[in-house]
């Protein structure tokens, strides 16, 4: 069973596809558990982008490896493993650098719709493809996925928890903890509270900081721009006394990256980029402030390796020095995958889980919907 988007904008189709087996460097994964981020719905609307359909979306998810192709060793038959969106194949100078995790051969490529060995689709219906999406279609019960894209976990770990950490929560929660780097104690801002940004404020938690301003989930204090007669910027730094140590911008909006710099404090502040900005934007800022010792800096996928890292992300939730549950506001099975996308253009969640059985109850974490931030962010 997989969920098929045959035009842009329309509803999902739940229906039986063929799925065939893994080529060269691939492997076949039964999805236990999928979630739905913005992402997907940005693909399946086709606004920005050069649509491609049909096609099974999907990219943030939990399974466990049914088969192998030619060539694949580092896992096998019965692995628990997260595909990943991007992807780390060991080999080019980014993998080899530990300063990037930029893959050469797996880097993330929204417009490809078949695999890397032959450039073919492994999905069909009727004998007609259907095609890829970042090379992890994960709103099917089975897909293949090259083997650099897929991080092999704990088998112990819940699926339909961990599973978020294949994008979301990696990206906010990275862009903190490995390129923002609060000491104990330092002041943080987050940019847009969105489930990036709620994760870039969990990061910010875990590193212990003190003052963490937009509200809930580990902050302290929340901001809101319409509140003020003067530059959001200005406002933060009046509050912390000349600036925050380090600001994280969430919202792909570039006037929030331009007040998420000038917000940090001169002499050491930093500020990562996370949001992904419309294709023609561009931002200005005064050359002043790098030369008063401010650093912007940008990052993709939290600057984590999928292969080699984010087991060890998996291990951080299974010692409770991470929280993931909270992030989960809705299940549906995946014949109402249909709902998750009103959710989520509804602005009711975070993140909607969708079971891969074909049935079942759709149920809301109704505690954590009570405390969910939708008008809470800085931008």
């Not at 493993?81 to 080019?92: A, D, N, R, S, Y």
């Not at 417009?111 to 492994?122: K, N, P, S, W």
């Not at 007669?229 to 006037?255: F, H, L, R, Y």
């Not at 650093?295 to 996928?301: I, K, P, Q, S, Y």
């Amino acid at each position: 069973m997989s969920a098929v988007a045959w035009e842009a904008g329309k509803p999902l189709s739940v229906e039986e596809i063929e799925v065939a087996p893994p080529q060269k460097n691939e492997v076949r994964v039964k999805i236990h558990f999928t979630s739905l981020c913005h992402t997907d719905v940005y693909f399946w609307e086709a606004k920005g982008q050069n649509p491609l359909f049909p096609r099974i979306l999907g990219h943030e998810a939990g399974g466990v490896v049914e088969s192998v192709g030619k060539g694949v060793i580092d896992v096998q038959p019965g692995d628990h493993v997260l595909p990943i969106f991007t992807g780390e194949c060991k080999e080019c100078p980014h993998c080899l650098s530990e300063a990037s995790n930029m893959c050469d051969l797996l880097r993330i490529n929204t417009e490809r719709g078949g695999m890397l060995h032959d450039g073919h689709t492994r999905f069909s219906k009727d004998g007609k493809p259907i095609y890829h999406f970042l090379g992890t279609s994960t709103f099917s019960k089975y897909t293949v996925v090259h083997v650099g894209q897929v991080a092999k976990i704990n088998p112990e770990a819940p699926l339909d928890k961990v599973c978020v950490l294949s994008c979301e929560m990696s990206t906010g929660f990275g862009a903190t903890v490995n390129v923002a780097k609060p000491k104990k104690g330092g002041f943080v801002a987050v940019f847009g509270l969105g489930a990036v940004g709620l994760a870039a404020a969990e990061g910010a938690r875990v590193c212990e900081a003190s003052r963490i301003i937009a509200k809930k989930f580990g902050c302290t204090e929340f901001v809101n721009p319409k509140d003020h007669n003067k530059p959001v910027q200005e406002v933060i730094a009046e509050m912390t006394g000349g600036g925050v140590d380090c600001s994280i911008e969430c919202t792909g909006s570039t006037q929030a990256m331009v007040s998420a710099f000038e917000c940090v404090h001169d002499g050491w502040g930093v500020a990562v980029l996370v949001g992904v900005p419309s294709r023609d934007d561009s931002f200005k800022t005064h050359p002043i402030h790098f030369l008063n010792e401010r650093t912007l800096r940008g990052t993709f996928f939290g600057n984590y390796k999928p292969r080699s890292d984010i087991p060890g992300v998996v291990e951080k939730y299974m010692k409770k020095e991470l929280e993931l549950d909270k992030f989960i506001t809705h299940s549906v099975p995946l014949l109402d995958i249909n709902k998750a996308f009103e959710y989520m253009l509804r602005g009711e969640g975070l993140r909607c889980m969708i079971r891969m059985d074909a049935s079942g109850t759709t149920w809301i974490n109704s505690t954590t919907l009570f405390y969910l931030p939708f008008t809470l962010y800085v931008e």
